[in-house]
């Protein structure tokens, strides 16, 4: 009787199966695995998998060749899936070559640009800067590697993809959050979600992930700071104090709640369990103290800490005044000539909302039902028709001027610098208040590695 290999038996295969049949079995495998508590189990899946099409491949090669003997098959044991431990010692047998054994050249191929990459990587990051880098670099080293010879194969860049897919997810490390960026933007990610399938096991995290910060860009502004302060705060291995558990604990457990892939892959989460072990520490009468979410997300202007107990007329006073005294300064402001990639923003408009007074301090309403039409478009792939409505939308609700009311989002941020870099924007408006804030913004926000 004609045995089954291991590791078909995994799949649930005949002997005959093709390499359709197999992709087809492993998908449905795998979806019985959760793969975040049976790491060992999605491995011995994935072993099966693999193997199996080697062992497809090595039948298609034995059927135009003769001269494969059906005894130069590897045992299933011997290909990396064992069936359990019977008692009796397997009988040592004289290895025989097989062609399962040698790699293909475009694995080998992959493997060897991507550790290329990985010294490049590490000596593009700076060592002890409190400053995430500039992506932009770290976008010229991927794409500088993608043109190399050795990644002429498309199957080879495939791999090298993926290898970059699965360094990401296995978990954060000083410079993942840069990577992350710069990765996204090169390889499409943002742009094309279907191509994330070819990524496997990776690709469905980066997925999770990708969709995750979404929710992160979607939600006030001022919020959005608090949590980028704790991004930060968790890659520092130092205790919290007090007042970091007062002030941020609640919050940090809402993002764990929300972005638990984002976190893993752009911060030190592993920290986690020291905070909420000092924050078990402190005494209820502190805990009483400390900042609830509710209360982050309905008043985002609260700081950290207790509500002031200051009239809000005489916080209204105080804004106008400050409001005020930098409009005065900024008339007689002339920005340096350092706007490298957009030399048109050097000219300031004199309505332009300098940084003292961007999104960090201006108090916004909600955006009207009317603008929902600029979110939709700061979501599309730039073009010269989508900037120019864009440019006119942004002109039209006064962004960047003392007329506007609300955030209009990351989104439209990077939206905006997609198009001044393309030289999609118009070129009567590229002095506009709106890309001069937008792109101030913007780099503010890359600083900080977000």
């Known amino acids: 009787m004609t045995t089954v290999p291991v590791f078909l038996e995994r799949l649930s295969l005949a002997r005959d199966a093709d390499e359709r049949a197999i ?18 189990g999605f491995q011995n899946l994935r072993s099966a998998y693999e193997r199996a099409l080697q062992w497809v491949e090595w039948n298609t090669k034995a059927a135009s060749e003769p001269e494969f003997a059906e005894e130069d098959v ?7 899936v064992h069936r359990p431990f019977s008692g009796t010692p397997p009988v040592q047998q004289e290895a025989t070559p097989s062609i399962v054994a040698e790699s293909p050249p475009e694995l080998t191929e992959a493997a060897q640009e991507f550790e290329q990459f990985i010294v490049a990587f590490r000596v593009s990051m700076p060592t002890g800067s409190t400053v995430p880098p500039d992506t932009k670099p770290l976008r010229d080293i991927l794409q500088r590697h993608l043109m190399s010879d050795r990644l002429i194969n498309i199957n080879a860049r495939a791999i090298f993809e993926l290898k970059i897919a699965q360094l990401l997810v296995d978990g954060w490390k000083p410079g993942h959050e840069v990577l992350l960026v710069a990765a996204s933007e090169v390889f499409g990610w943002n742009e094309s979600r279907s191509s994330l399938r070819s990524l496997e096991h990776a690709g469905v995290v980066l997925d999770s992930v990708l969709h995750e910060r979404a929710l992160f860009d979607s939600q006030p502004v001022v919020v959005r700071n608090r949590q980028s302060y704790l991004v930060r705060r968790l890659r520092d291995p130092a205790r919290p104090t007090q007042k ?10 809402y993002m764990v709640g929300h972005f638990p892939n984002w976190l893993s892959l752009i911060t030190n989460i592993k920290q986690l369990p020291e905070w909420r072990a000092a924050y078990a520490d402190l005494s209820d009468d502190i805990k009483k103290d400390a900042v609830k979410i509710g209360d982050t997300f309905a008043n985002t202007s609260t700081h950290a800490g207790k509500r002031s107990s200051m009239p809000r007329w005489l916080w209204t006073l105080i804004i106008f005044v400050l409001w005020a005294l930098v409009r005065l300064l900024a008339s007689n ?12 923003l050097s000219q300031q408009s004199s309505t332009y909302i300098p940084q003292e007074q961007s999104r960090k301090s201006m108090q916004y309403t909600a955006a009207p039902a009317s603008a ?11 073009t010269t028709d989508v900037c120019e409505k864009i440019a006119k939308m942004a002109k039209e609700y006064g962004i ?29 408006l590229r002095s506009d208040p709106a890309a001069t804030w937008a792109i101030s913004e913007w780099k503010e926000l890359r600083a900080m590695g977000l």
């Open 23 to 40: 992709r087809r079995a492993y998908a449905r495998e795998l979806k019985q695995i959760d793969q975040e508590t049976d790491a060992a």
């Open 333 to 344: 402001y002339h920005a340096p000539d350092s706007s490298h990639n957009y030399p048109e």
């Open 400 to 428: 960047g001027t003392e007329r506007q009311t609300f955030d209009p989002g990351t989104a439209f941020l990077r939206q905006v610098s997609e198009c001044l870099q393309r030289n999609y924007w118009p070129q009567s």
């Open 372 to 382: 929902k039409k600029l979110s939709a478009l700061s979501l599309m792939v730039p």
């Open 74 to 80: 590897p045992h299933a044991e011997d290909i990396g």
């Open 244 to 253: 970091e558990l007062v002030s941020y604990y609640e919050l940090l457990e």
